[in-house]
């Protein structure tokens, strides 16, 4: 298994670049394990609004149920990454 698909530097800063657009807070406030729901006041909108535009961004299909994954940072690169390989593969 290769790992030139998995997400980069630039791709995280996409990845919270999106979010943080979303759910209306600067980039400082979010940190890789604060929790979207909890922390933030995202709400299940969002979270699909998110979902989409990550969509979009990398080129990938992510099932709606991958959403309960993305609670924070961390677990929405893990996502695309794996939503990358699936793709690649």
């Known amino acids: 298994m290769t790992t030139t698909n998995r997400v980069d530097a630039e791709g995280r800063a996409t990845i919270k670049g999106i979010i943080c657009d979303i759910l209306e807070i ?8 604060s929790r979207f729901k909890e922390d933030h006041e995202a709400d299940s909108m969002g979270a699909i ?10 080129g990938v299909d992510i099932d709606q149920a991958e959403l309960a994954r993305m609670v924070n940072l961390e677990g929405v690169v893990t996502v695309i990454d794996e939503a990358l390989l699936a793709k690649a593969a």
């Open 26 to 33: 600067d980039a400082e406030d979010m940190t890789d394990t």
């Open 49 to 58: 609004e998110i979902l989409s535009q990550l969509e979009r961004a990398f």
